[in-house]
C-alpha cells in the first residue's frame, strides 16, 4: 500500500478534477484520493458511446462509485461534448482526446477547481516512448508524459507515472474493488494496444524505455537552458543561426521562433520544426511556406521572415 500511495502524496492539497474511465487504473486513482482530507474532489466521466450499452454501463460504474465514495461526478457523452468543439479533429482517437480534455477544463470551470488528475502509469509512459519512437521523434522529444503539465490554460497533473499497472491492480484486489474492463483494449486495430501487447510479451522493455525518457528529459532540459532566447526572439533569423548549431539546440530554436510568431503550441511538432530547419538549411526547399496557426515564413537572401497577409 505504501508504495503505491506514496506517489499521490506529492499531489498538493486543494480542489481537483479526477478523470474516472471505469478501468483499473483510474478507479485506484480515485481509491487512493479519497482518503485525503486536504482534497476536494469531483469526478468527471466521458461516455464514448462506441460500445453500446457497454459504455452506458461504465458511466452507470462511475456514478455509482462515486455516490458511494461521496463525491461528486459530471457524467457526459460525446454527444454532449463534440458538436461544441472548436476546429475537432477528423481523426476519432484525437477527437475522443480533445472532447476529454473539454469536458475536464468545463469541469475544472464551473467548479473552480485547480486542474485535472489523470492515471497514466509507468506502462503508459513506456508505451507513450515507444510509440514515440516509432514515429521517429527526435531524441528530445522522447522524454514521455509530464507528471504535471498545463495543456491550454488546464493544470494536468499524472502522479501514478512511477507505479506500474500490475500494482494498481494488486491493490484494487487488496481492497475488494472491482473495476470495468473495455473490450476495445483487447482489439490490435489500435496501435497502442499492439505496442502494449508487445511490451507485456517483454516486460524487461519497460525499464529500459523509461530509462530512455528520463535520457531525453535531461537532454531536453540541457537543451532548454543553452539555446539562445534571443535569436527566438528576433523579428528576422539568418539561416545560419540553425545551421550553425548541434541539431537539438536548431529544433529548440526554430520551436521558439515559431512560437513567438504566434504558431499553436499544441500544433508545433516535430514536423513543422523540421520543415523550417530544412528551409534553413535547403535551398532547394520552398521559399515560403505555412506553418500552424496560418502563419507564413519566407526565405530570402539568407534570411527567414514572417510573411505579413498585406505582404503575401
Do not use: K
Amino acid at each position: 500500500m505504501t508504495a503505491v500511495a506514496g506517489p499521490i502524496l506529492n499531489l498538493q492539497p486543494g480542489r481537483w478534477c479526477v478523470a474516472v474511465s471505469g478501468g483499473a487504473d483510474s478507479v485506484a486513482l480515485l481509491r487512493l484520493l479519497h482518503p485525503r482530507r486536504d482534497l476536494h474532489l469531483h469526478v468527471a466521466h466521458l461516455d464514448h458511446q462506441l460500445r453500446g450499452p457497454d459504455s452506458t454501463a461504465d458511466a452507470r460504474f462511475v456514478a455509482a462509485l462515486s455516490a458511494m465514495l461521496n463525491i461528486p461526478a459530471t457524467i457526459a457523452t460525446l454527444s454532449d461534448i463534440a458538436p461544441a468543439l472548436s476546429n475537432p479533429p477528423a481523426n476519432p482517437s484525437a477527437l475522443y482526446r480533445a472532447a476529454r480534455f473539454d469536458l475536464f477544463a468545463r469541469v475544472v470551470l464551473d467548479h473552480q477547481l485547480d486542474g485535472v488528475v489523470l492515471a497514466h502509469h509507468a506502462d503508459d509512459q513506456a508505451e507513450t516512448i515507444l510509440h514515440r519512437l516509432i514515429r521517429s521523434a527526435s531524441i528530445e522529444g522522447l522524454h514521455g508524459m509530464r507528471p504535471v503539465t498545463t495543456i491550454a490554460t488546464l493544470q494536468v497533473h499524472r502522479p501514478l507515472l512511477s507505479i506500474r499497472r500490475q500494482t494498481l491492480r494488486n491493490y484494487l484486489h487488496a481492497i475488494g474493488q472491482s473495476w470495468r474492463e473495455d473490450s476495445s483494449n483487447a482489439s490490435h486495430d489500435y496501435l497502442r494496444n499492439r505496442l502494449r501487447d508487445m511490451l507485456r510479451v517483454r516486460p524487461h522493455l519497460i525499464d529500459t524505455l523509461l530509462a530512455l525518457g528520463r535520457a531525453a528529459e535531461s537532454l531536453a532540459q540541457w537543451v532548454a537552458d543553452v539555446a539562445p532566447t534571443t535569436r527566438a526572439q528576433s523579428s528576422e533569423m539568418s539561416v545560419h543561426v540553425l545551421t550553425s548549431v548541434p541539431a537539438p539546440i536548431a529544433r529548440e530554436i526554430a520551436r521558439r521562433w515559431l512560437l513567438h510568431h504566434g504558431a499553436p503550441s499544441q500544433a508545433v511538432d516535430g514536423r513543422s520544426i523540421q520543415r523550417l530547419l530544412d528551409m534553413a538549411a535547403d535551398a532547394s526547399t520552398p521559399a515560403r511556406q505555412e506553418f500552424p496557426g496560418g502563419i507564413r515564413i519566407a526565405r530570402r537572401s539568407g534570411l527567414l521572415r514572417r510573411v505579413q497577409p498585406q505582404d503575401a
